[in-house]
C-alpha cells in the first residue's frame, strides 16, 4: 500500500519537474524569438535611417555648396541625439520603466501560448 503510494508521488516529482524544465524552455524560446525579431527590426531600420541620413547630408551639402556643412550638420543632429539618449538611459526611472515593460510582454505572450 505504502509503496504505490511512494512510487505514485516519485512519479508526481518527476512529472513536476519535467513540466518546470519545459516551461522554461518555453520562456527561453520566447525571449530568443523575441531577440531575433528585434535585433532584425533594427538592422532593418538602421539601415534606412543611414540611408536617409546620406540623402540629407548630401541634399544640405548641395543647398550650401559645402559638404562640411551638410555632413557636418547631419552629424550634430546625431551628437545631441546620442547625447540625449545616454543622459535618458541613465535614469533609474526609465530602467524601471523598461524592466517592467518587458516582464509584462513576456509573461503576457507566454499566458497566451499556454492556452
Avoid at 531575433?36 to 527590426?41: G, K, N, T
Avoid at 543632429?77 to 510582454?105: G, M, W
Amino acid at each position: 500500500m505504502y509503496k504505490s503510494l511512494i512510487e505514485a508521488f516519485n512519479k508526481f516529482i518527476e512529472n513536476k519537474l519535467e513540466l518546470t524544465k519545459l516551461e522554461i524552455e518555453q520562456r527561453l524560446a520566447l525571449i530568443i524569438t523575441h531577440v531575433v525579431a528585434i535585433i532584425f527590426f533594427i538592422s532593418t531600420l538602421s539601415m534606412f535611417i543611414l540611408f536617409v541620413s546620406i540623402l540629407l547630408a548630401l541634399a544640405i551639402a548641395h543647398w550650401t555648396d559645402s559638404i562640411l556643412i551638410g555632413f557636418g550638420s547631419v552629424t550634430l543632429v546625431y551628437a545631441i541625439l546620442a547625447l540625449t539618449t545616454y543622459n535618458i538611459s541613465r535614469s533609474p526611472s526609465f530602467k524601471k520603466k523598461i524592466r517592467d515593460y518587458l516582464i509584462t510582454l513576456f509573461d503576457k505572450k507566454i499566458a497566451e501560448n499556454g492556452q
